[in-house]
């Protein structure tokens, strides 16, 4: 692998206006981390990697390259493009072991963290390294959020979210707290303000699965795409399946049940062009994966699902066709168009506001309309990428650290 590494390295032109770096939401020094890389200087690579991007394990396998980074470099024009995903990959997980360094010394303040997904996990990360005593409050039995129990093993090994776990949580004294809901049971949000936390992220995510609302939608063969890639095992789907979705998420939906012995599957995207990315519709084609072309459903059966098909103009505008009503038979049907986020501790909170999705309501810095209380990611944005969420997380972490600074010089000259 190294010598793959080191060949894709060579590659690089380092280029004075880098465009992959210009696409990089989380604006990565590529060029940098290559020279590093090339000059045998791997820890520095990998240090300056961690620091600019806490997940960067996890984006090296994750994100969509072929949009991004890989996508703007230039020799993507002409031929293939440098992979700076194998080579991420490559410093940040070899380097990843040698990070040993204990806990900050600490500056006396408690900070809540709400959800340890993407924007959680970066906002602990980042308050750590100032000092602050981090709390995280995690909902299920182990860290990770979307990462462990939306993407499947395949794509995201759950060691490397266990390894985050251990080095970047642990090792620096944050203290996890799993199976822990905030809002609407034991604990609330005036109970962490009461127990002197000065400020509380919340990054909760969006779990809610969206649904069609079409007859039929409550029968025993229907599944919702999250709640599948939470615990794959816990279903049995039979050997004919049916996804309604065409997104990345029902690609993962559609791989994992493929791994899992389901003979014949077949996607069903209302477009003529699916919503997933290139590279994940190309892997579930090659798995077998089957796809059916503006179809919209229509009702479910207990033997499958009825679609109706539809004409689609240039400008992407649907027309229904009539009398084209048609049975697609299956033994389980998986529904897998996005998510939405729960509601419970808006509604447990006091002065905290949502939009109409149901999404918290913050400002670009991650303010919310309670003082001290921050948000990010999904609960705010609705479901998008990893690095985006790491790269708006970023700016939030330096807004908390203002914010509680803000209350520090306040107390002090107020003594």
Same mark, same amino acid.
């Given at each position: ?25 989380? *604006? &990565? !020094? ?21 620091? !600019? ?16 980074? /890989? ?5 993507? %024009? ?5 992979? @700076? ?52 409050? /995690?909902? %299920? ?12 093993? @395949? ?16 090792? %620096? ?5 799993? !199976? ?27 779990? *809610? ?5 079409? %007859?039929?939608?409550?029968?025993? *063969? ?43 599957? &077949? ?47 240039? /400008?992407?505008?649907? &027309? ?53 209380? @921050? ?9 998008? &990428? ?26 002090? /000259?107020?003594?």
């Amino acid at each position: 692998m190294a010598l793959h590494v080191m060949d894709e390295a060579n590659r690089c032109l380092q280029c004075k206006v880098p465009q992959c770096q210009k696409g990089c939401p989380i *604006n &990565t !020094n590529i060029p940098e981390a290559i020279r590093l890389l090339k000059e045998n200087q791997l820890d520095e690579a990998g240090r300056m990697l961690f620091e !600019n991007n806490p997940l960067t394990t996890v984006c090296s396998l994750v994100c969509n390259h072929e949009k991004q980074c /890989e996508g703007h470099c230039v020799l993507g %024009k002409k031929g293939a493009p440098v992979h @700076f995903s194998t080579i991420e990959n490559y410093i940040s997980t070899t380097y990843a072991n040698k990070m040993t360094k204990g806990p900050a010394k600490s500056n006396g303040m408690r900070v809540a963290i709400i959800g340890s997904g993407p924007a959680g996990i970066t906002i602990a990360i980042i308050l750590a390294r100032y000092g602050y005593q981090v709390t995280i409050f /995690e909902g %299920k039995d182990k860290i990770g959020g979307v990462l462990r129990y939306g993407i499947p093993e @395949f794509r995201l090994p759950k060691s490397v979210l266990d390894d985050i776990q251990y080095r970047h949580l642990e090792m %620096k004294g944050i203290k996890i707290r799993p !199976n822990t809901t905030i809002g609407g049971g034991a604990i609330g949000i005036e109970d962490l303000f009461r127990d002197g936390y000065k400020a509380i992220f919340i990054g909760t995510g969006v779990w *809610n699965p969206n649904s069609l609302h079409i %007859k039929g939608e409550t029968f025993g *063969n229907v599944h919702f795409g999250i709640n599948y890639l939470n615990n794959p095992d816990s279903y049995k789907l039979g050997d004919r399946v049916i996804v309604i979705g065409a997104g990345n998420a029902a690609m993962d939906v559609a791989r994992t049940a493929i791994r899992k012995g389901v003979q014949n599957l &077949t996607c069903f995207s209302l477009s003529r062009k699916v919503a997933a990315s290139d590279y994940e519709f190309s892997y579930a084609k090659l798995e077998g994966v089957r796809f059916e072309y503006n179809k919209m459903p229509v009702e479910i059966l207990d033997n499958g699902v009825i679609f109706r098909d539809l004409l689609e103009d240039e /400008e992407g505008n649907f &027309t229904e066709v009539p009398a084209s009503d048609k049975l697609y038979e299956s033994d389980s049907v998986i529904i897998s168009i996005s998510q939405g986020p729960r509601n419970r501790i808006v509604s447990t909170t006091e002065g905290l506001k949502a939009n109409a999705k149901g999404l918290l309501v913050a400002d670009e810095t991650g303010h919310t309309s309670r003082p001290g209380i @921050f948000a990010s990611g999904d609960v705010v944005n609705g479901a998008r &990428t990893v690095v985006e969420a790491v790269a708006h997380s970023k700016v939030v972490a330096e807004s908390m650290h203002q914010y509680m600074q803000s209350l520090k010089k306040q107390y002090e /000259e107020d003594k």
